[in-house]
């Protein structure tokens, strides 16, 4: 199984800035894509910015101009930084991997938990 760990949620003043980690582990033989997602209360799962293992990106429009997706390969890991952060960012944040594990070279396409982000006025 493939697991992925969020971090570095919390309460941040508008304007200020946080950055996500996460962390994925357990039986992978390649991660193809990582990403990250948000979603309010009562609301389906938006997408955010996704990065491919060659380091390609893509971002949505929610995300472009304050939202920067990274990866670490060596350490599995996918980091979001957010900068000028305003009240409507206050969501969960989720991370997602797809890619190949290796028992029986199947495909996964895992979630992480959620980190809470919280922005106040």
């Known amino acids: 199984q493939v697991h992925l760990v969020e971090s570095g949620g919390g309460l941040v003043q508008a304007g200020g800035s946080l950055r996500l980690s996460c962390a994925a582990s357990?039986?992978?033989?390649?991660?193809?894509?990582m990403g990250w997602h948000r979603q309010y209360p009562e609301k389906s799962r938006e997408l955010l910015a996704r990065i491919g293992s060659g380091g390609d990106t893509n971002y949505t429009d929610s995300a472009k101009g304050r939202f920067t997706i990274s990866l670490d390969s060596a350490k599995n890991t996918v980091y979001l930084q957010m900068n000028g952060l305003k009240p409507e960012d206050t969501a969960v944040y989720y991370c997602?991997?797809?890619?190949?594990?290796?028992?029986?070279?199947?495909?996964?396409?895992?979630w992480g938990q959620g980190t809470q982000v919280t922005v106040s006025s």
């Open positions: 357990g039986t992978i033989n390649r991660i193809d894509v």
């Open positions: 997602s991997a797809e890619g190949v594990d290796y028992i029986g070279y199947r495909p996964f396409d895992t």
